[in-house]
């Protein structure tokens, strides 16, 4: 791996991982006499930044949860539960994002998608567990 990769590779993953992907796509092209399955190589790695990506929309999508039943939910418990969940999703987070940091690009992004269907989750639980706005249980 040339010195430019190996800093990307520890720099930012994710990015490193898009550019080894167009690498080997570029490579399969030159029709080398190598016995490696170019095609499939190339399509894993990319989707190893591609689950970095995902994993980074799931954890933002645990924290707008939780966020969302400490604003809305008349119970006590379990309140510290969802403080102690979104303090270890937003350190994972910025671990993701240490590592990966052309991520940040897309947070604003993944916020705005996760937002709608958080939302419409959040309401549906709190349904089931009876605590909608308004009801003063006590749990």
Known sequence: ??????????????????????????????????????????????????????????????????????????????RSGWIDTIGRERRDIEDLLNDSPSLRSGVAGMIAREMPRTIRLVARSLRNRGDEPGDDRQD
């Open 1 to 78: 791996m040339s010195g430019n990769a190996a800093r990307l590779y520890e720099e930012d993953f994710v990015r490193w991982t898009e550019e080894q992907a167009a690498a080997l796509r570029q490579a399969a092209g030159l029709a080398t006499n190598l016995p490696l399955d170019w095609a499939n190589l190339a399509e894993e790695i990319d989707s190893l930044g591609r689950s970095q990506s995902r994993e980074l929309g799931s954890r933002i999508a645990v924290v707008i949860e939780h966020l969302i039943k400490l604003e809305t939910s008349p119970a006590i418990e379990p």
